[in-house]
């Protein structure tokens, strides 16, 4: 799929030009969209899970204060740091970095690849395939079955 | 709200597992994780105080497999019960497509099962999400307790026809697999491509 490739070929210049060790994309409520870079030996799904659930809990601190939400998230480690910022009101830009990149950097790049993430993000909305509907359903019910019939 | 990734081909459906505190949502998502094959499921993720009540919430993706082309996934999600969490329990609520509210079934805590019950109302009023349009499964837990309020208790309190409703014991394992499969079908049942 052209805009599936599309897609990832962003993040990759985005990771390739920011120097971020990864980068990924993000549901508000913490589904994983997409992601590029050495992320072996990260736990993706419960990153997702977990960076949406701080950014949340940051929406209502915002709140508290008199702000709608705060629009960027700066998580700063000792080696490693993550920059979380919207793309739309639905969806999350992440970028990890190690502590030789200049933050400034990072921020810039995010900033200059949101609108771009997001036209592309519009286009797959827009892309919908055909798909079966009582065929998937009745597959995946049978799955459930299965799945938890074990044990 | 279901996702469906069409540049990944991808389903994501999320289920959260409700109710008072220590009446056993972590126990729940334990158990699952102690008993469905590996092939199916990813790490569990517990975020909890050093007394282990959870803080923020517990997380547990399971892997149905391929549909249709399409790889679907289920995560399941439990908030904190204690009252203090409401923020957490209201954030972990955004995007649900189904719910377990697990009951404490020790009389002595009935009201706490109410609350909790009202405090989920007024989070999916929150998200303009009518209780109507979610598929909402009750499991009736620690039966193996001495005192125990009656199953249909709950649901005649709270006017809930035709709710799906399940005994369990959680720590036993029993009733577990039960409320999952189904409140799974019926979110599957529910959903629909693009919308």
């Given at each position: 799929m052209l805009v599936a490739k599309e897609?990832?070929?962003?993040l990759n210049e985005l990771q390739r030009k920011s120097g971020a060790f990864g980068v990924l994309v993000i549901t508000r409520d913490g589904k994983l969209v997409d992601l590029v870079g050495s992320l072996h030996n990260v736990n993706t799904i419960a990153l997702a899970a977990l960076v949406a659930g701080m950014f949340a809990a940051t929406k209502e601190v915002a709140r508290l204060v008199g702000e709608e939400h705060f629009s960027i998230l700066l998580q700063q480690g000792e080696k490693r740091h993550i920059h979380i910022s919207l793309i739309q009101r639905e969806v999350m830009l992440v970028v990890l970095f190690e502590n030789y990149q200049r933050i400034g950097l990072i921020r810039n790049y995010a900033k200059e690849y949101t609108p771009k993430i997001a036209q592309t993000l519009h286009l797959i909305?827009?892309?919908?395939?055909?798909?079966?509907?009582?065929?998937?359903?009745?597959?995946a019910l049978s799955l459930i079955d299965q799945i938890f019939s074990e044990g | 709200m279901s996702f469906v990734n069409f540049a990944k081909k991808e389903v994501i459906l999320k289920v959260v597992y409700y109710g008072p505190a220590e009446c056993g949502k972590t126990t729940?998502?334990?158990?699952l994780h102690k008993t469905i094959s590996e092939k199916y499921h990813g790490e569990i993720?517990?975020?909890?105080?050093?007394n282990e009540r959870t803080i923020f919430f517990d997380f547990f993706p399971i892997y149905l497999g391929e549909v249709e082309g399409f790889k679907v996934k289920f995560q399941l999600y439990t908030v904190p019960g204690q009252s203090y969490y409401y923020a957490s329990r209201k954030l972990v609520l955004d995007g649900a497509d189904g719910i377990v509210f697990v009951i404490d079934s020790e009389k002595q805590r009935l009201d706490e099962n109410f609350e909790s019950w009202r405090d989920m109302m007024n989070n999916l009023k929150f998200y303009k999400i009518s209780p109507k349009e979610i598929p909402i499964v009750l499991q009736y837990n620690k039966r193996d307790l001495p005192e125990i309020?009656?199953?249909?208790?709950?649901?005649?309190?709270?006017?809930?026809?035709?709710?799906?409703?399940?005994?369990?014991?959680a720590i036993k394992g029993?009733?577990?697999?039960?409320?999952?499969k189904e409140v799974c079908k019926r979110v599957i049942e529910r959903f629909k491509f693009g919308g």
């Amino acid at each position: 799929m052209l805009v599936a490739k599309e897609f990832s070929d962003l993040l990759n210049e985005l990771q390739r030009k920011s120097g971020a060790f990864g980068v990924l994309v993000i549901t508000r409520d913490g589904k994983l969209v997409d992601l590029v870079g050495s992320l072996h030996n990260v736990n993706t799904i419960a990153l997702a899970a977990l960076v949406a659930g701080m950014f949340a809990a940051t929406k209502e601190v915002a709140r508290l204060v008199g702000e709608e939400h705060f629009s960027i998230l700066l998580q700063q480690g000792e080696k490693r740091h993550i920059h979380i910022s919207l793309i739309q009101r639905e969806v999350m830009l992440v970028v990890l970095f190690e502590n030789y990149q200049r933050i400034g950097l990072i921020r810039n790049y995010a900033k200059e690849y949101t609108p771009k993430i997001a036209q592309t993000l519009h286009l797959i909305a827009k892309s919908e395939q055909k798909v079966e509907q009582e065929k998937f359903q009745e597959y995946a019910l049978s799955l459930i079955d299965q799945i938890f019939s074990e044990g | 709200m279901s996702f469906v990734n069409f540049a990944k081909k991808e389903v994501i459906l999320k289920v959260v597992y409700y109710g008072p505190a220590e009446c056993g949502k972590t126990t729940n998502l334990l158990f699952l994780h102690k008993t469905i094959s590996e092939k199916y499921h990813g790490e569990i993720l517990l975020l909890d105080t050093h007394n282990e009540r959870t803080i923020f919430f517990d997380f547990f993706p399971i892997y149905l497999g391929e549909v249709e082309g399409f790889k679907v996934k289920f995560q399941l999600y439990t908030v904190p019960g204690q009252s203090y969490y409401y923020a957490s329990r209201k954030l972990v609520l955004d995007g649900a497509d189904g719910i377990v509210f697990v009951i404490d079934s020790e009389k002595q805590r009935l009201d706490e099962n109410f609350e909790s019950w009202r405090d989920m109302m007024n989070n999916l009023k929150f998200y303009k999400i009518s209780p109507k349009e979610i598929p909402i499964v009750l499991q009736y837990n620690k039966r193996d307790l001495p005192e125990i309020i009656d199953i249909g208790t709950v649901e005649k309190y709270l006017v809930l026809n035709g709710i799906p409703v399940f005994e369990a014991c959680a720590i036993k394992g029993e009733g577990v697999f039960p409320t999952i499969k189904e409140v799974c079908k019926r979110v599957i049942e529910r959903f629909k491509f693009g919308g």
